[in-house]
Nanobody
Framework: QVQLIESGGGLVQAGGSLRLSCAASGGTFSRNAMGWFRQAPGKEREFVAAIDWSGRSKFYADSVKGRYTISRDNAKNTVYLQMNSLKPEDTAVYYC???????????????????WGQGTQVTVSS
């Protein structure tokens, strides 16, 4: 059974940093694109960042570009999201997602992802 487990969320002051991790189990995702999404209260889930299977192709939402960095360690079956210069508007539940098809480019739409974690809360205080 495939599981994606996020960790690293928490409460941080504006301007601070957090590093989210997403560990995959029950399958090998070293050949699969993975992404991060977030959902704030009362809002729809939105794309944050995505990375292809090799780690060479990355995409970011405009709202996080220059502040967030997505990376992966295929040996550990883990993807990371380094978040710097956090703002109160970054407050949301952050979800990790993985595509089921191998060797595809990273997708920006949630509909392209087949596996989802349960999310980790990130709260940025002003």
């Amino acid at each position: 059974q495939v599981q994606l487990i996020e960790s690293g969320g928490g409460l941080v002051q504006a301007g601070g940093s957090l590093r989210l991790s997403c560990a995959a189990s029950g399958g090998t995702f070293s050949r699969n694109a993975m992404g991060w999404f977030r959902q704030a209260p009362g809002k729809e889930r939105e794309f944050v960042a995505a990375i292809d299977w090799s780690g060479r192709s990355k995409f970011y939402a405009d709202s996080v570009k220059g502040r967030y960095t997505i990376s992966r360690d295929n040996a550990k079956n883990t993807v990371y999201l380094q978040m710097n210069s956090l703002k109160p508007e970054d407050t949301a539940v952050y979800y990790c997602a993985a595509e089921a098809s191998a060797f595809r480019g990273p997708a920006l739409s949630a509909r392209e992802y087949d596996y989802w974690g349960q999310g980790t809360q990130v709260t940025v205080s002003s």
